[in-house]
């Protein structure tokens, strides 16, 4: 909620307060399109709330809007089932609390934007209920269309269930004017409308999220992973209270809770004399349907847009939840206690008998390769006891009486049993401090504020450390504080992060922990030079200019535009570069020999503790890279002193700072490793900070310093050599920008991977950038022309005819 959600809703309020909104955006990383963040996560029209609190206000805000959000979820809950099973009565809220409160909202209530969809499926399924009716899909198109816009990930799994709530419908629907081909037609072609509909969002962000790292595993194609069950019987702990903690709320087995009263009446369900047997086998369909899914890998894939989840898995599980919180609703109203008592005393054995089954794998069933995660689990045998107490409670209430007090008796023991769970997870989260939250933000914005948006001169700054970071329990590391405070910096953490633009800064050195990471960690003064970073923060000094900026970029020659940048090779990458703008025998980075080594063996027996002996041969940042995946980075010592470093950073690469050194003074770096020939991967270079800024001088007098409003970006480059045929900038690629240079239209291309490179031809240049969301306007149409066919359909099926049986009538008369 701090790294992301609380940043990025702090740019919508300030992108909607001030009108300064762009698509592409500085404060998302080092640029992006950020359409896709926006349609992912701030599409809400709850978020709106956020317009009546200060910036420093919104976890509050936040707060308010997870309230707004269960009470809508409950209220479209109550609205289905009344309206679904053609009755009213006050128990009906209790079976919607129980859905809004369930498994999955416990296990994912910090994921603010995808509760949404759990407001917008019931009334999906109303909406399938009146097609069933022989009335209009209007409903069916309005919500399906609203739920795909406000959340297009959730909402393209809500679209999935609509047709196997579509097929269940069909297989229960018994009275005699029921016609197939009348459901099925009206059905398909509101489904299809919905989504043309909802174009204007699907299209541009499918695009845009095509840029971004897919997480599909190896072996999708293989029997191995087809054969191996997604979980086990740890998923019947999920059945009870307890099962949900922030522990781990990032491998978990199908959240599945939704009360025990709930799981039991599911099992009478099947049992129930006065449920026919059609009911029987739809909901039993569906339940069937998604049970099979979450458990086989290909089929999960599916679902999850044939990406594998990073963390949250099953995250269509509610879906689950509102099936077996209807189906209990119509065991209930067909009265449980009606059951034979042999059926009874089965339920609530076999309910027990899964509490305990699912207690005992995860307590004992650690070894299993396929659940390496369950020493994750929480696994209370106080809890156990909890629950199998309430299954002896709910079933005596359940199962012998019908009577009111009985049902009023159920009602507030399933809410007490909602709300307990729910504190429970609540207890286990690492909440921050509002007040230091607020204080601190207040501070920052003012610190900030001359180097923020809209700024002069387009430039990023580096804030080096999050003052933040005191608000918060966990380790904040301020990945977007610049959404938060509106400045251009270069750290970001989205699901919506450009692959190309991470892969580059990554040959530039910086730090990335996964795909949805780029960390600024790495950076040095060649990167602010290539990047435009006019200021670096560090904890707690003022902004100090870099003495190697010079801009958003520099003319350069054809050489330039064919250098190649190479994966783990960032010493060769960042003297390429240089060499690629300036040609020098004497190279940028030198080489810092090894004089000395020594290998210890610590604990274990494929351990070992390196120390190095390094002899700088010029004064100036000495920088280590090694190719060792086994290397520690947060072990290293400088002279015996601990280098603060970032922690867990096994397998990830990036350019670690020694510090300034001086000429010819040794120095003893130690580090630890699995690997014995660690001497032969780890490489030492300093970099010639006197050549670096001569270079940077001569830039500087040719430099592209641009201004930037909203989706347009203007500057003039003047060039002082006729072989300078492009224009370099600290722009990332993206196929949305429209580039004019002298107010003509020009082709631009990429260099050093993934930034933009405009053709120069004359020694004054006027440049002229304008951003077009690619697919927006095509989505545009494609949505309008849903919109059309749909409303076509309905005045030509429903509206016509309607009049001309009036008129007829009116001519009998």
């Known amino acids: 909620m701090g790294a992301q959600y609380s940043p990025f809703f702090s740019y919508l309020r300030h992108a909607i307060m001030t009108n300064q909104f762009s698509f592409f955006s500085f404060s998302a990383g080092i640029g992006e399109n950020v359409f896709p963040l926006i349609s992912y996560y701030l599409f809400s029209p709850f978020n709106l709330l956020l317009l009546l609190f200060s910036t420093s206000q919104v976890p509050t805000a936040v707060t308010y809007i997870l309230i707004l959000k269960i009470t809508a979820i409950a209220m479209t809950m109550s609205f289905f089932l009344s309206s679904h099973f053609k009755r009213t009565d006050w128990m009906i809220v209790t079976f919607a609390v129980a859905f809004s409160l369930c498994g999955y909202i416990t296990a994912n209530f910090v994921n603010i934007m995808w509760l949404d ?158 449920i026919s047997r059609r009911h029987k086998l739809g909901t039993g369909f569906s339940l069937i349907i998604l049970i099979l899914s979450m458990l086989i890998g290909p089929i999960n894939l599916a679902w999850h847009m044939f990406s594998e989840p990073s963390g949250s898995p099953f995250r269509y599980s509610f879906l689950l939840s509102f099936v077996m919180v209807t189906m209990a609703y119509e065991s209930w109203i067909n009265h449980p206690n009606l059951i034979p008592n042999r059926a009874k ?91 230091t939250y607020q204080d601190t933000v207040t501070q920052e914005s003012k610190k900030l504020s001359p180097y923020t948006n809209p700024q002069p001169t387009l430039y990023r700054i580096n804030v080096m450390s999050s003052q933040l970071a005191p608000a918060f329990q966990e380790n904040y590391l301020g990945y977007n504080d610049a959404m938060l405070f509106n400045f251009n910096g270069i750290q970001e953490y989205s699901s919506t992060l450009n692959e190309s633009t991470r892969e580059t800064l990554k040959m530039f050195g910086l730090f990335s922990k996964n795909q949805r990471r780029i960390s600024n960690a790495g950076i040095t003064a060649i990167a602010n030079m290539l990047l435009g970073v006019k200021y670096t923060i560090s904890k707690p000094s003022l902004p100090k200019l870099n003495q190697t900026y010079i801009g958003m970029g520099f003319p350069v020659s054809n050489q330039f535009m064919t250098a190649k940048l190479r994966q783990g090779y960032i010493f060769s990458n960042l003297e390429t570069i240089l060499q690629s703008i300036n040609r020098s025998s004497t190279p940028y980075l030198i080489k810092a020999p090894i004089v000395q080594q020594k290998r210890s063996q610590t604990s274990g027996a494929d351990h070992f503790r390196y120390s190095f002996k390094i002899n700088p041969k010029v004064s100036g940042p000495l920088y280590l890279d090694t190719s060792d995946k086994t290397f520690d980075y947060s072990t290293i010592t400088i002279n015996g002193t601990h280098l603060s470093t970032i922690s867990n950073t096994l397998h990830k690469r990036y350019l670690v700072k020694l510090g300034s050194v001086k000429k010819g003074v040794p120095l003893i770096v130690s580090g630890s490793t699995q690997d014995r020939g660690l001497a032969k991967r780890v490489h030492f270079q300093s970099l010639n900070t006197a050549q670096l800024k001569q270079l940077a001088a001569k830039l500087a007098t040719e430099s592209f310093q641009p201004t930037m409003r909203q989706n347009q970006i203007h500057g003039t480059i003047t060039r002082t050599n006729s072989n300078q045929n492009w224009l370099y900038t600290a722009i990332p690629y993206d196929a949305g920008w429209s580039i004019k240079v002298n107010n003509r239209q020009v082709s631009y291309r990429k260099v050093l991977r993934n930034f933009i490179a405009i053709p120069l031809k004359t020694t004054t240049s006027k440049i002229s950038m304008v951003y077009h969301v690619p697919g927006l306007m095509s989505g545009v149409l494609i949505s309008l022309f849903g919109l059309i066919s749909y409303f076509s359909h309905v005045i030509l099926t429903v509206i016509l005819p309607k009049q001309k049986w009036r008129h007829l009538g009116q001519a009998t008369n």
């Not at 407001?119 to 009335?135: A, E, M, Q, S, T």
Request: net charge positive; proline share 5%.
């Open 117 to 274: 969809g759990l407001i917008y499926l019931p009334l999906v399924c109303h909406g399938i209920d009146r097609i069933v009716n022989h009335k209009t899909g209007t409903q069916l198109f309005i919500w399906l269309t609203i739920c795909i816009l406000s959340n297009y990930y959730i909402g393209y799994m809500v679209g999935i269930f609509s047709i196997i709530y579509a097929i269940s419908s069909v297989i229960m629907a018994t009275h005699g004017g029921f016609s197939l081909k009348q459901f099925v037609k009206p059905f398909v072609l509101t489904e299809v409308c919905a989504i043309l509909t909802s174009s204007v969002v699907l299209l541009p962000s499918a695009l845009g999220m095509l840029q971004t790292a897919k997480t599909a595993p190896k072996s999708i194609s293989s029997l191995t992973y087809a054969s191996r069950p997604q979980f086990g019987p740890e998923i019947f702990s999920g059945i009870g209270i307890g099962s949900q903690t922030y522990t781990n709320r990032l491998l978990h087995s199908p959240a599945i809770f939704s009360s025990i009263a709930i799981s039991l009446l599911v099992c009478a369900y099947f049992v129930q004399p006065s």
């Open 345 to 435: 005393l089965l339920i609530m054995a076999l309910v027990i008998s899964l509490l305990v089954a699912g207690f005992l794998f995860i307590r004992w069933g650690s070894s299993s390769p396929l659940n390496s995660y369950l020493a994750l689990q929480p696994n209370s045998f106080p809890i156990l006891i909890v629950n199998i107490g309430l299954v002896l409670v709910f079933s005596g209430f359940l199962f012998l009486s019908n009577q009111r007090l009985y049902q009023l008796a159920v009602g507030i023991l399933v809410l007490a049993e909602m709300g307990t769970n729910f504190i429970y997870t609540l207890r286990s989260e690492p909440f921050g401090n509002q007040q």
